[in-house]
Every structure is written in C-alpha cells, then in structure tokens.
C-alpha cells in the first residue's frame, strides 16, 4: 500500500522559513516524480513546485522562485519543501504527491498518489 506522509507544517510569522517533508513508503521511491500543490478553502489544488526521480530537474510556480526549494533524497524516500520569506499568501494545506514517470509535471491530474496535507499558517 502507498503512502505519503507530509510533515512540517505549522503556524509561521510572515518572512519566516519552514520546511516541509513527505515520506514514502510501498513504492520504489526513485521510479517517481514528485510534487507539491497547495490549497486554499473554496479553491483547487494548484501547482507550487515538481521534482525529477534523479533530482535534477525541478519547476516552479512564478511567485516561489528563489523563495521556495524542492529537493528529494531517494535514500530516505524523501521529498522536501524548503519554503523562506514566507508571506500570507503562502497560507494553505500543503500536498505532495507521487508520479509514475521520471519527468515532472506541473498537472494535479498525472500523479498517482497524494498525501493527507500539512496545513501551514502564516501570520502577520
């Protein structure tokens, strides 16, 4: 059975950092790409950032470049969300999920498998 378990998540002041994990098991965890998608109350999981199998490859949304950081450690089944100058907008459930391919996608609807969600809250 396949799971994600994201952790990290919490209550944060604005321009404060926070890292965020996702730890799978059930898989062979280096066949899969990786991604995270937050959401907010009343709107759709949208696309933060993605992760190649070998770790190499990365995407961003726009407005978490330089600011946000994907990486992976295929030895700990792993992925990580290193997430600085955080602001209020940031606030949102965080999802990571999985991705039976060695490309990443920017697409909710490609990954085969999701995590519970870590809420993270930012304040003023």
């Known amino acids: 059975q396949v799971q994600l378990v994201e952790s990290g998540g919490g209550l944060v002041q604005a321009g404060g950092p926070l890292r965020l994990s996702c730890a799978a098991s059930?898989?062979?965890?280096?066949?899969?790409?990786l991604g995270w998608f937050p959401q907010v109350p009343g709107k759709e999981r949208e696309f933060l950032a993605s992760i190649d199998w070998s770790g190499t490859r990365t995407n961003y949304r726009d407005s978490v470049k330089g600011r946000f950081t994907i990486s992976r450690d295929n030895a700990k089944n792993t992925v990580y969300l290193q997430m600085n100058s955080l602001n209020l907008e940031d606030t949102a459930v965080y999802y990571c999920?999985?991705?039976?391919?060695?490309?990443?996608?920017?697409?909710?609807?490609?990954?085969?498998?999701w995590g519970q969600g870590t809420q993270v809250t930012v304040s003023s």
């Open positions: 999920a999985a991705r039976l391919a060695f490309r990443p996608s920017s697409s909710s609807s490609s990954y085969d498998y």
């Open positions: 059930g898989l062979t965890f280096s066949n899969y790409a």
